[in-house]
């Protein structure tokens, strides 16, 4: 939330919410419950009587009352003391996407009713936000203020301004993110509470009227949050987004035909899209979209929608692909990279252990109440260099850089701050990985993948030590491969490969090609172009003296890397 964005890229999340095939590998079960238990540690108000994480106490409880409104309850954001209502909003809306995709999955895991739990401690907040039609409260705290502090929620003495927005300081794209979030959480409890449902779809409805009669943005009128979430991409994406929830929800034609009518003139089909996120809706409209065409439902505005399909210079990509990358990016998390760092707090042997986050690096108040006054936390707890005394189980934090160097350290806030929009999208797709095969609310058929490989008895595993290929003058590049660390899943052991190639030359490495052979498993840190490998796409040379590493997993002997091509300049 220390960022001026943190606009976090989520393609891969959505493939899943098409493809019905399922790996094992990682213990996707546990890292769901795990990702779960994350919200009950970012919880605001009241804690109810079967609160799991003990570690947590009430907070916030004046949180409203100066501007005469109910705002206690809700959600912290990341590592902070704010509640901002446009990441909340998204976090809801994600979770309960995740849930009317996977609930059934969810459900055999055990999970399905604290999933829904979370997501109604969100929305009974987001109705007291809502007090009337034309009104929404979008923000209680300051982050200014509460960033000069370093304070338990529990010991909070930061301002609790409540900020609003209304007809004459709009604010489209939280009011329609708000309403996106009622829309989807309205078909999660239209079986289970259906009273509730229709509450939170009234809701809906009345915030898309706000949303779409009085246009603007949201931080133009909330400018308190321009330093932390600025509207960047603008309202015509939470407005299409809140109209595809809509019709989800209620099957009205009218957002139908608002998707239709304005798909074109709202960017929703002209976008080339590279990110989704809290800011940035516009593929999971397209997505949602193209539900609707493979349903037929689309009538006349099939060509719109049409226009919104990906199309892949190279042809068609297969389910089993989509499906494949997915899981990539998720084992990637869970600790499948270079680092062997699990980027989820508590899932792993190894994981960050000095989360930026106030409440979980403070001694919890129920351990010693004393108070823990504004600065004090900063000279007592922030630069205190030790594991964190309350776990923040489930907790995805920010992340490696582009060359997965991760600095676990709590100042560090750019790579080890939490925040809840992190987690709320893995929901679906944890309990996906984890859920067997069967019972999905999927239009795609079923893909089962060529068989891997056939490798009869495989050699043991080299020892951890680098096997590498020397430098010569005709060939300046060196391959050295290391085995890192392996594991054995249902009765097969695989092998976690780092391969490390090295400029020896003077001069700059261009159009790098690689041969790789009896690979037989994932490989992460180069692009694919035919047979060959390349630099990754982020890299288009390497200086002299420089290396680059990729990894790759599979159950046998390392692959055979070799050098096919190079350009020096």
Same mark, same amino acid.
């Given at each position: 939330?220390?960022?001026?964005?943190?606009?976090?890229?989520?393609?891969?999340?959505?493939?899943?919410?098409?493809?019905?095939?399922?790996?094992?590998?990682?213990?996707?079960?546990?890292?769901?419950?795990?990702?779960?238990?994350?919200?009950?540690?970012?919880?605001?108000?009241?804690?109810?009587?079967?609160?799991?994480?003990?570690?947590?106490?009430?907070?916030?409880?004046?949180?409203?009352?100066?501007?005469?409104?109910?705002?206690?309850?809700?959600?912290?954001?990341?590592?902070?003391?704010?509640?901002?209502?446009?990441?909340?909003?998204?976090?809801?809306?994600?979770?309960?996407?995740?849930?009317?995709?996977?609930?059934?999955?969810?459900?055999?895991?055990?999970?399905?009713?604290?999933?829904?739990?979370?997501?109604?401690?969100?929305?009974?907040?987001?109705?007291?936000?809502?007090?009337?039609?034309?009104?929404?409260?979008?923000?209680?705290?300051?982050?200014?203020?509460?960033?000069?502090?370093?304070?338990?929620?529990?010991?909070?003495?930061?301002?609790?301004?409540?900020?609003?927005?209304?007809?004459?300081?709009?604010?489209?794209?939280? *009011? /329609?993110?708000? $309403?996106?979030?009622?829309?989807?959480? !309205?078909?999660?409890?239209?079986?289970? %509470?259906? +009273?509730? #449902?229709?509450?939170?779809?009234?809701?809906?409805?009345?915030?898309?009227?706000?949303?779409?009669?009085?246009?603007?943005?949201?931080?133009?009128?909330?400018?308190?949050?321009?330093?932390?979430?600025?509207?960047?991409?603008?309202?015509?994406?939470?407005?299409?987004?809140?109209?595809?929830?809509?019709?989800?929800?209620?099957?009205?034609?009218?957002?139908?035909?608002?998707?239709?009518?304005?798909?074109?003139?709202?960017?929703?089909?002209?976008?080339?899209?590279?990110?989704?996120?809290?800011?940035?809706?516009?593929?999971?409209?397209?997505?949602?979209?193209?539900?609707?065409?493979?349903?037929?439902? *689309? /009538?006349?505005? $099939?060509?719109?929608?049409?226009?919104? !399909?990906?199309?892949?210079?190279?042809? %068609?990509? +297969?389910? #089993?692909?989509?499906?494949?990358?997915?899981?990539?990016?998720?084992?990637?998390?869970?600790?499948?990279?270079?680092?062997?760092?699990?980027?989820?707090?508590?899932?792993?042997?190894?994981?960050?252990?000095?989360?930026?986050?106030?409440?979980?690096?403070?001694?919890?108040?129920?351990?010693?109440?004393?108070?823990?006054?504004?600065?004090?936390?900063?000279?007592?707890?922030?630069?205190?260099?030790?594991?964190?005394?309350?776990?923040?189980?489930?907790?995805?934090?920010?992340?490696?850089?582009?060359?997965?160097?991760?600095?676990?350290?709590?100042?560090?806030?750019?790579?080890?701050?939490?925040?809840?929009?992190?987690?709320?999208?893995?929901?679906?797709?944890?309990?996906?990985?984890?859920?067997?095969?069967?019972?999905?609310?999927?239009?795609?058929?079923?893909?089962?993948?060529?068989?891997?490989?056939?490798?009869?008895?495989?050699?043991?595993?080299?020892?951890?030590?680098?096997?590498?290929?020397?430098?010569?003058?005709?060939?300046?590049?060196?391959?050295?491969?290391?085995?890192?660390?392996?594991?054995?899943?249902?009765?097969?052991?695989?092998?976690?490969?780092?391969?490390?190639?090295?400029?020896?030359?003077?001069?700059?490495?261009?159009?790098?090609?690689?041969?790789?052979?009896?690979?037989?498993?994932?490989?992460?840190?180069?692009?694919?172009?035919?047979?060959?490998?390349?630099?990754?796409?982020?890299?288009?040379?390497?200086?002299?003296?420089?290396?680059?590493?990729?990894?790759?997993?599979?159950?046998?002997?390392?692959?055979?890397?070799?050098?096919?091509?190079?350009?020096?300049?």
């Amino acid at each position: 939330m220390e960022k001026l964005m943190r606009l976090i890229e989520m393609t891969p999340l959505l493939l899943l919410l098409f493809l019905p095939f399922v790996f094992a590998g990682h213990d996707y079960n546990q890292a769901l419950s795990k990702s779960i238990l994350f919200f009950e540690a970012q919880r605001s108000g009241y804690l109810p009587h079967n609160q799991r994480v003990t570690w947590r106490a009430n907070s916030g409880l004046n949180d409203g009352k100066a501007s005469g409104v109910d705002l206690v309850g809700g959600y912290y954001d990341a590592g902070d003391n704010v509640k901002f209502g446009l990441p909340m909003a998204f976090t809801i809306t994600m979770m309960s996407w995740s849930i009317i995709e996977y609930g059934k999955q969810m459900g055999a895991n055990g999970e399905l009713g604290h999933a829904m739990g979370a997501i109604k401690w969100g929305t009974d907040y987001l109705i007291k936000a809502h007090p009337e039609p034309y009104v929404l409260y979008g923000e209680v705290g300051d982050g200014n203020s509460d960033h000069y502090c370093w304070q338990r929620p529990e010991d909070m003495t930061t301002d609790r301004h409540a900020y609003k927005i209304d007809p004459s300081n709009p604010g489209s794209d939280l *009011a /329609g993110e708000t $309403a996106a979030a009622m829309a989807a959480a !309205s078909i999660v409890f239209r079986r289970s %509470n259906p +009273a509730y #449902s229709t509450e939170l779809l009234r809701h809906a409805y009345q915030l898309f009227e706000f949303a779409d009669k009085y246009r603007g943005k949201y931080d133009s009128s909330i400018t308190v949050a321009q330093k932390y979430y600025r509207s960047i991409s603008g309202y015509n994406d939470e407005l299409l987004w809140a109209a595809a929830w809509l019709y989800q929800a209620s099957n009205n034609e009218y957002y139908l035909n608002y998707l239709g009518k304005n798909g074109d003139s709202m960017g929703g089909t002209g976008w080339a899209m590279t990110e989704f996120g809290w800011d940035v809706k516009y593929a999971g409209v397209q997505t949602l979209v193209a539900k609707f065409l493979m349903q037929g439902k *689309a /009538g006349l505005h $099939a060509p719109v929608f049409e226009r919104g !399909s990906l199309k892949c210079a190279a042809g %068609n990509v +297969a389910p #089993s692909e989509l499906l494949s990358f997915a899981k990539s990016q998720v084992d990637y998390i869970l600790g499948d990279n270079p680092r062997a760092t699990s980027y989820m707090v508590g899932y792993g042997n190894n994981f960050p252990r000095q989360v930026h986050h106030r409440a979980s690096s403070i001694v919890s108040f129920k351990v010693d109440p004393k108070f823990v006054a504004c600065r004090q936390g900063y000279a007592t707890w922030y630069s205190r260099k030790a594991s964190d005394p309350n776990v923040l189980t489930g907790a995805i934090v920010g992340g490696p850089d582009a060359y997965d160097n991760f600095a676990d350290e709590r100042d560090n806030y750019e790579q080890t701050e939490p925040a809840t929009y992190n987690n709320a999208p893995l929901l679906g797709i944890l309990a996906r990985l984890g859920g067997g095969h069967g019972g999905y609310n999927q239009l795609l058929p079923v893909v089962v993948p060529a068989p891997n490989p056939v490798v009869a008895k495989p050699k043991p595993a080299p020892k951890p030590k680098f096997t590498p290929t020397p430098a010569t003058s005709s060939n300046p590049i060196t391959i050295e491969q290391k085995m890192t660390t392996s594991w054995n899943a249902k009765g097969k052991t695989y092998y976690r490969y780092s391969t490390i190639v090295t400029n020896k030359s003077y001069k700059t490495l261009k159009d790098l090609k690689l041969s790789i052979s009896k690979l037989y498993g994932p490989l992460w840190g180069l692009s694919k172009s035919g047979n060959s490998y390349g630099f990754p796409t982020w890299l288009n040379s390497l200086p002299a003296g420089k290396s680059i590493e990729f990894v790759y997993i599979h159950s046998t002997s390392p692959a055979d890397v070799s050098v096919s091509s190079y350009n020096l300049a």
